[in-house]
């Protein structure tokens, strides 16, 4: 089957931004120009997604207002002769029912948000995307569109990987793999956060999946695992006694955009690949530099 649907767990509140995320959905914060939240609906679609399903919380009005009609907006750009803005935002409405939002009411952890979506799914594959992994690539292709790829000639669940320093380890799903091919893991056995001299590697699960349905056998059992949470990792380690998953160890930088120097490392890195800013931002860096 094609992988058609798309889950974005959105509910998190944001809580190492505050008090820029007090009244604004985490998601909205922008690299650029884009909010983070815009990059990975892109990201989804240009890897032929045709449904995103938004696990939502509280306080996601804007995330969902961003992705609707503005009359008002739009009556004032067509007015002022501002097509190129009127196209950018009409281009981020996408047709009825390409969007779907459902709730996590209670913050139970990644692995509960993304069961909260099991009804929409279905029995069929799907991708998980954090937003706040946002990755650049060589190419500029998506990593979610090489990993469809890889899910169409494997038929078998693919993550995202890729190496952290050993004293990160307690920071990432954590993998016991065996090399397959040159940017291919098979995965044996994973472990969530755990201390680094307790890990099996210092290779990590990165914010990237292709989950088979029988996923939800998994995550219906509501276990609890690291933090008191219902984890991700510990449904995958469950799948793994039924069927194979594999890592893709894409080429690239990713940010955590859930930290503020990673968010920080973003907004110029992705800054610094536009040709209009690209000079003076050049500039302004041997500048302060030079200064500290």
Not at 60 to 88: I, N, V
Not at 204 to 214: F, S
């Amino acid at each position: 089957m094609k992988v058609k649907k798309a889950v974005l767990p959105v509910a998190g509140l944001g809580t190492r931004f505050i008090p820029a995320t007090k009244a604004m959905a985490k998601e909205m914060l922008t690299v650029v120009d884009k909010p983070i939240i815009q990059y990975a609906v892109e990201e989804a679609f240009d890897a032929g997604i045709e449904q995103i399903i938004f696990v939502t919380g509280r306080g996601k009005k804007a995330l969902e207002d961003h992705f609707d009609r503005s009359y008002e907006l739009e009556t004032m750009l067509k007015t002022k002769g501002k097509t190129d803005l009127l196209r950018q935002i009409n281009e981020l409405v996408p047709e009825t029912g390409t969007i779907v939002y459902t709730r996590q009411h209670d913050p139970l952890g990644l692995g509960h948000a993304i069961w909260c979506a099991r009804d929409i799914v279905g029995d069929e594959p799907f991708a998980v995307l954090l937003a706040d992994d946002m990755i650049q690539t060589p190419d500029n292709k998506a990593v979610l569109s090489k990993m469809v790829e890889k899910f169409e000639r494997f038929r078998a669940s693919v993550a995202a990987v890729m190496e952290v320093e050993k004293d990160q380890t307690d920071k990432y799903g954590i993998l016991d793999a065996s090399p397959l091919e040159e940017d291919m893991v098979k995965i044996n056995d994973m472990v969530e956060k755990p201390k680094p001299e307790e890990a099996p590697s210092n290779l990590a699960i990165v914010g990237r999946y292709i989950l088979t349905p029988k996923i939800w056998k998994y995550l219906g059992k509501k276990k609890t695992g690291a933090g008191g949470e219902i984890q991700l990792t510990d449904a995958m380690k469950g799948l793994l006694t039924e069927q194979p998953i594999f890592g893709y160890k894409f080429k690239g930088t990713r940010f955590d955009c859930g930290d503020k120097v990673g968010f920080q490392m973003a907004n110029l890195s992705f800054s610094l690949k536009r040709p209009e800013m690209r000079d003076q931002l050049l500039d302004f860096i041997k500048t302060i530099k030079t200064e500290a």
